[in-house]
Every structure is written in C-alpha cells, then in structure tokens.
C-alpha cells in the first residue's frame, strides 16, 4: 500500500467564515471497475455513488482537526484496486462536522464503518459492507452483496440485492425489493419488508415485529422466528407454500386460507398447518408467545 | 419444432400459475412438441423424489463426541473464564448463569451475564492485538457454539433423558441434550464476555447502554423459553425459539466486542 500523495488533500486555509475550521478532502484516482474500498472512522455523514467512470472520487470536508489518511494499493500510473481511508477526529465534538462523499465504479466493494453516522449508498451493484453503532444507513440500489450490522441505527434498503444480511439490536430494518437470499435479524427492532419475490429468507427478532410481504420464491425457503414479537405475513397469491406456523403461547390468524388454526400443545397456544396454492416451498413460522397474522397481499 | 417452453414455463405448468390464455398455449405446444413433453416429464419426476425426501436428517447420537473433540481441536487459543469478567451487577443473582435467569448455578467461575455495567472489573491489560485475537477467537467459537446447540437442540428428542439441574429455587428437569447445549453455550458467553469486556473501554457509554438493554432482552427471553421448556421437553418449536435466542445473544455479544477492538 503507498500513501495517497499529499497534495490529494486540499486545506481549505484561509477560507472566510465558518469553513475556516474545516478541511477539504479531494482525492481522486483512476480506478479498476471492481476496486477495494475501505473506510473507517469519525464521520458524520457519507454519501456513497456507484458511477460508470472508473474513478475514485472522495470528497467533502473534515474538522480541521481530524486525521485523514488515505492508502492505496496502485503501482504508478495503474488504476487503482483498492483503497482505505481512516478518519480520526480527537475530539468528540467536532465528529458531526465530517461529510464525505465517495464515487467509485458501480462494480466497486465498499466498506464502511463508522460510529453514529449517516451513510447513504446509491447505484452500487458491487458489493456493501456497511457497519455503524447509531444514526442511519440507507441503501438504493442493488448490490450483489449487501452486508449492513447496526446498533440503534435504522436500515432502509430500496433495491433487490442477491445475498442480503442486515443485523441489527434496536434499529429498525426496512426493505423495499427482492432477494434471492436474505436473512434479517434484529433483537428490539421492528423489521418490515416489503416487495416481490424472496428465495430464501430468515428473518429473526426477540421481541422486535416482523412484518413480510412479498411472494415465495419456488425452491426456497423462508423461516420467521420471534420469542414475543409480533409476526405478519402477507403473501401474493401466485405463491405457492406449505406453511407451518406456531405460536407456542399466542395466537395465529389465519386469513390466508380457510385452515384454521389447531391449539397447542397442552392447550397452549395455536399451531397451524396449511397450503397456499398448490404448497411447495416450505415456510415456517414459529414464536414463543408473539401473535401471528397470516394474510393476502 | 422452435419456441420451445422455457423452463419457467414449464414450472408455472406444473404450478398450475399459468393465465388461461398461457395454460392454453402450454398445452398445445405439449401435445406437438415429444422434446418439451420429455422435459415436463423430467421436471415431474424431480419434484416427486424432492418430495420424498426427509426434510430434517437428525444426526446419530453417537456423532457429539467426535464433534465436541473436533471443536475442542480447532480452537486458536484456549481462554480462561476467569480473566476479569467478575462484574456480575447487583440484583443479578437470580441469573447466575450468564444470563440465564432459573438456569443452574453451575459451575461457571466468574462469569458474568454478558453485561457491560456493575461493579467494575479489575483493569484489564489491554494490548489492542490481543483483544484482537479474543475477539477473532471468540467469532470461532461462536461459529462452533451455534453449530453445537443447533445439531443438539436438532437431536434433543422425546426419547432423550433429562438431566435434573440443580442450582436453582425449584430444581429444573431439562432434556440431556438441551442442557449440554447450554453448557457448550454458556461457554461461548463466557468467552465472548472476557472479550467484551477486555476492550469494554473503548466502547461509548452510549453504545454499553444500547447493549446492556438488548441483552437484558434476551435474558429474559431465555428465561421464560427455558422455563417453558422444562415444563414441556418434547416441544421442539420452543426448543427452535430458544436456539434462536441463544444465537442472538452470542451475535450481540460477538458485535459489541468488536466494536470495542475496531
């Protein structure tokens, strides 16, 4: 790895006003369409652009302060494969100043990590690893891989990545597309998802809400697990599955066919057992104690 | 004969999805074409064996101890559980256990329920490569220890024996395999706990709250499916539930210390 040279930082010396404490970032290198990044760091806000010029673009401003550091893994004139940047900013204060947008070639993997921040991701069909503590990360596009672990902060995805992970412990999750695989979990947070046809899926909360609505994909399978959290299921009636639900100590509501719901075990709760369309692909749903709802889209 | 169906639409044939207008279509290109007919018949067949096949393949019992011997083999480093994690906060001791309230008061030296909070510690050393290492062995065996409980949960069965676990205000009945699982479990927590809290310091207090409150979550998960299952051994769907909140723990955990050594 060699140090981007020091003239690919601009101080922004001498600007009047407010911007006298801040520090312009502008870098830019020819890059590989399937270039490497990494960053990590201070920063409040960063804009991610997945574009059809096969460059790297990083932009914006830093507190005067931070410390920006920029690696690459070129030869010369060579494009680039592969970068990191590390922001640190020694005081905390001056951490909600930092924005930072990054252009790199559609194909490009990045990954991003950093504590409450604001990461916005649009047109990457690469790959995504996005990693924060509190704030937001916002996906719009569909990347091959997508790859988000949040604290508190809220997950939006619009788009219909391949392979889908998203963790979180209290932020919400909310998906807008389809997968081939995905697999949301969160411990507190409510996860909705919203849109076509999924695959394969797992979706897993302690005591946060699921709420799928979508179509099953054939071939696949799709697992709904909650201890207390309430789990509603909407399916396109083009699905074709063998459902089994049960809430060990809860109810199901069964709008979805005339099946209707069996008691548990020992009296306890509600089991249910049912086809939709001609059955199929197996979903299965299970809860301690949450309600479950099964209805059309 | 040209246009023949494509496999999507022999699919949505055999799924019966078709509009009308498609359905005809199929079928009369089914009764000209022997190459599409030969294709139906092969997709048919496929999904009929599919549809014998079992959908949950129990592994052998005799399979655990070579399994636990390989996973013992394959650690990076082994941990001890007694490395500053004495923090068990007060008002904890219904969950001795690591945060598993009603489970045993087994012998589990020093290990807190994954809490971050509670009298502090004795100040660890803390070379930022060797929480690095804790924490790369600590995703090891958290990859071992979910591997572990979901072949034992899978294999826990009615004809498993229980194992009477003592410890708590009115002794537990749990099947044998459940509650080895939790040991291989507890295990995992307290390795991932020496991690946590090891690198704890670098964790904004924002962030210990964040995780303190999800796993008080948990805890009391665990508690009530464990207490449920005592009283219903043979129920294999709370025995999923409770493998999954397991998991949950063990993932929070593993996040948060890496968190703390990023």
């Known amino acids: ?297 | 004969m040209n246009n023949h169906l494509t496999w999507e639409e022999l699919n949505d044939h055999v799924d019966g999805v078709h509009s009308p207008a498609d359905e005809s279509r199929c079928q009369g290109h089914l009764e000209r074409c022997s190459d599409c007919r030969a294709r139906l018949d092969e997709l048919q067949a496929t999904l009929r064996e599919v549809a014998n096949v079992a959908r949950e393949i129990d592994p052998p019992q005799e399979s655990w101890p070579a399994l636990r011997a390989e996973l013992e083999r394959r650690k990076l480093v082994t941990l001890s559980g007694e490395v500053g994690i004495s923090h068990v906060p007060p008002g904890a001791e219904s969950s001795p256990s690591g945060g598993l309230p009603g489970a045993p008061a087994r012998a589990l030296p020093g290990v807190g329920p994954g809490t971050l909070s509670g009298a502090p510690s004795p100040a660890p050393a803390r070379p930022a490569m060797w929480s690095r290492w804790r924490v790369a062995a600590a995703a090891v065996l958290l990859v071992a220890a979910s591997s572990a409980i979901t072949t034992l949960v899978l294999r826990s069965g009615e004809g498993t024996g229980p194992t009477v676990v003592a410890g708590t205000a009115s002794a537990a009945i749990l099947p044998a395999a459940v509650a080895e699982a939790e040991e291989g479990y507890l295990a995992s927590v307290r390795e991932l706990s020496v991690a946590l809290d090891v690198a704890r310091q670098e964790l904004s207090p924002r962030t210990i709250a964040i995780v303190e409150r999800n796993l008080a979550l948990i805890d009391a998960a665990i508690a009530e499916s464990r207490e449920a299952l005592v009283r219903d051994p043979g129920n294999r769907v709370l025995l999923d539930v409770l493998a999954g909140t397991y998991r949950q723990k063990l993932e929070l955990l593993r996040r948060a210390a890496q968190l703390a050594s990023s």
């Not at chain 1, 040279?5 to 101080?11: E, F, N």
């Not at chain 1, 890059?31 to 760091?41: E, K, L, N, T």
């Not at chain 1, 947008?101 to 504590?115: C, H, I, N, Q």
Request: net charge positive; glycine share 14%; aromatic share 4%.
């Open chain 1, 1 to 297: 790895m060699q140090r981007l040279v020091c003239g690919m930082l601009v101080l922004a010396l001498g600007v009047p006003g407010a911007a006298w404490s801040q520090q312009k970032v502008n870098v830019r290198r020819a890059a590989a369409p399937d270039i490497s990044v990494r960053i990590a760091g201070t920063y409040a806000t960063l804009r991610i652009v997945g574009t059809t010029v096969d460059s790297l673009v990083l932009t914006g401003t830093l507190p005067r302060n931070a410390r920006f550091e920029a690696f690459d893994g070129g030869k010369g004139v060579e494009p680039l494969r592969g970068a990191k940047v590390f922001i640190e900013v020694p005081e905390d204060n001056a951490a909600a100043s930092g924005e930072l947008e990054l252009r790199v070639p559609a194909r490009a993997r990045v990954w991003a990590k950093a504590g409450v921040a604001t990461i916005e991701a649009t047109g990457i069909t690469g790959g995504l690893d996005l990693n924060i503590v509190g704030g937001a990360i916002t996906v719009t596009s569909s990347p091959r891989e997508l790859n988000i672990e949040s604290m508190d902060g809220t997950v939006t995805i619009d788009g219909s990545p391949s392979w889908v992970r998203a963790k979180t412990a209290a932020g919400d999750i909310v998906m807008q597309g389809s997968s081939e695989d995905a697999a949301f979990t969160s411990v507190s947070g409510t996860t909705r998802v919203t849109g076509g046809r999924f695959d394969r899926g797992r979706f897993e909360s302690v005591t946060g809400a699921i709420a799928f609505t979508g179509v099953v994909g054939r071939g696949g399978a799709l697992t709904f697990d909650t201890h207390s959290g309430a789990i509603d299921i909407r399916l396109d009636t083009q699905s074709n599955a063998s459902l089994e639900a049960t809430s060990v100590a809860g109810t199901i509501e069964n709008l979805l066919t005339r099946q209707r719901p069996a008691t548990g075990r020992d009296g306890r709760g509600q089991e249910l057992s049912t086809d939709i369309g001609s059955g199929g692909t197996p979903v299965t749903v299970r809860t301690f104690k949450g309600p479950i709802r099964l209805g059309r889209r």
